[in-house]
């Protein structure tokens, strides 16, 4: 009767803090602070290969943060940056460093940002609002393991912690998605275009395992009416 209606009820809103079916949501970065944040979870703790692929939405003008991914070993093992003052996206792997000028990075307005990575070839590529960017040698010969820690909002300088104020990210994200392999161009086209792919199989957004720390909300995702 009601009292199962209510336990019920009850259980699912305690489950639903740490693990959410995010479609058509997005969670909205409201304040510049060097604490509020969201920490994205996996078991998974060895990775050869690496696809992360998000959307975000932003007027900042400074340098910021667009996903972190730290390890014991390595504060930037996988990283994806945007540094205002170059006019560039900088995917991190391994402590390693990548530039990439071209992305004509407009502000508020959603853009579509997947990185790959292979540690075979130890090759990087970004695909900016499904535009491929050129490959560049960055990392080779060693996987990404350990435990993870994966952070949207802030910027690790240390496993978990190290938040600098001034490279917290202030604006929308949605669609986080991680694979441990490298994303076929159909696929990444697919994801783009909000169409049918297959959903991260480290991280998938419709299937979310996450914390959320001080002031961040998940609200609907915000489309601009045609």
Not at 4 to 19: A, G, H, R, W
Not at 29 to 46: D, E, I, M, Y
Not at 147 to 159: A, F, K, M, R, Y
Request: proline share 4%; glycine share 6%.
């Amino acid at each position: 009767g009601s009292n199962v209606n209510i336990f019920l009820c009850c259980l699912l809103s305690l489950i639903d803090e740490v693990f959410a079916y995010l479609s058509g949501k997005m969670f909205t970065f409201p304040a510049q602070t060097n604490r509020a944040h969201v920490r994205l979870n996996t078991q998974r703790r060895n990775f050869s290969t690496v696809t992360v692929c998000h959307r975000s939405f932003t007027d900042l003008k400074r340098d910021h943060i667009l996903f972190s991914l730290a390890t014991p070993s390595n504060a930037n093992d996988f990283l994806i940056f945007r540094d205002a003052k170059n006019k560039e996206i900088e995917p991190h792997i391994r402590d390693q460093k990548v530039e990439y000028g071209g992305p004509d990075y407009k502000l508020n307005m959603w853009h579509s940002i997947c990185t790959t990575w292979d540690s075979g070839s130890g090759l990087v590529q970004l695909w900016f609002d499904g535009q491929p960017s050129i490959r560049k040698f960055i990392s080779s010969g060693s996987n990404i393991s350990g435990p993870v820690i994966i952070i949207l909002g802030q910027e690790q300088d240390s496993h978990g912690g190290g938040f600098d104020i001034n490279q917290s990210f202030i604006g929308m994200m949605t669609d986080v998605h991680m694979w441990d392999y490298i994303l076929s161009p159909c696929e990444m086209q697919s994801y783009v275009d909000e169409l049918n792919f297959t959903p991260g199989n480290v991280l998938n957004w419709r299937a979310l395992d996450f914390q959320i720390v001080e002031r961040v909300l998940i609200e609907n995702k915000l489309i601009t009416c045609h």
